[in-house]
């Protein structure tokens, strides 16, 4: 299975709130991948030091575009 997740949140200098939530939500995420399960994290901009790292299982793509990144830009990349 793969599993594609908008890490936008989570790619901040400073998370706090909804950002830490989604920080520990991919970190997560990152220990359990595995051959079955696998993530595809999207994200506008690279991803920052404080994200997980890439693994053969948990990987970024980067998608770019500002306005309408959700409806339009993402969609296009699926």
Do not use: C, H
């Not at 990152?30 to 404080?50: A, C, E, G, M, V």
């Not at 053969?56 to 306005?67: A, L, N, P, S």
Request: charged share 20%.
């Amino acid at each position: 299975m793969i599993i594609g997740v908008d890490g936008n949140e989570a790619n901040v200098e400073f998370p706090v709130g909804v950002s830490v939530y989604t920080l520990n939500l991919l970190n997560y995420f990152q220990s359990k991948s595995s051959k079955d399960i696998q993530f595809i994290i999207y994200l506008r901009q690279s991803p920052n030091t404080k994200l997980p790292r890439e693994s053969e299982y948990f990987k970024y793509q980067v998608v770019r575009g500002k306005r309408l990144w959700l409806t339009v830009f993402l969609p296009l990349r699926l």
